[in-house]
């Protein structure tokens, strides 16, 4: 089955640093896109930064709270995705949840669909 496997989540003290990985596997076609999202309980899961892949390369975006602070990178053809945390605060508290744009193998047929992972926890707390 085509998993999106994250990991790297752990407790830090604010103004700390983690760095989230992610990685794709099964029965993937291609990569389109891939991302992290966040989600506290009782809020809106929200896009924290995405990498898609382009005609003229790699492009990235991110949430305005993150801007200057956080850094995707990573393979999205191979299925391989980062996010260096830095400057942490006690507002990036949540489960972080890759997210993968893919065309899916089927037997001789592939489908674009999307996939979550099943999220790793960040605290940041002093």
């Known amino acids: 089955q085509v998993q999106f496997v994250e990991s790297g989540g752990g407790l830090v003290q604010p103004g700390g640093s983690l760095r989230l990985s992610c990685t794709a596997s099964?029965?993937?076609?291609?990569?389109?896109?891939m991302g992290w999202y966040r989600q506290t309980p009782g809020n809106q899961r929200e896009l924290v930064a995405i990498?898609?892949?382009?005609?003229?390369?790699?492009?990235?975006n991110y949430a305005d709270s993150v801007k200057g602070r956080f850094t995707i990178s990573g393979d999205v053809a191979k299925g391989t995705v980062y996010l260096q945390m830095n400057s942490l605060k006690v507002d990036d508290t949540a489960v972080y949840y890759c997210?993968?744009?893919?065309?899916?193998?089927?037997?001789?047929?592939?489908?674009?669909?999307?996939?979550w992972g099943k999220g790793t926890l960040v605290t940041v707390s002093s």
């Open positions: 997210h993968g744009d893919i065309d899916a193998r089927d037997g001789h047929l592939t489908a674009n669909t999307h996939y």
């Open positions: 099964g029965p993937i076609f291609s990569i389109f896109a």
């Open positions: 990498i898609r892949r382009g005609v003229s390369g790699d492009s990235t």
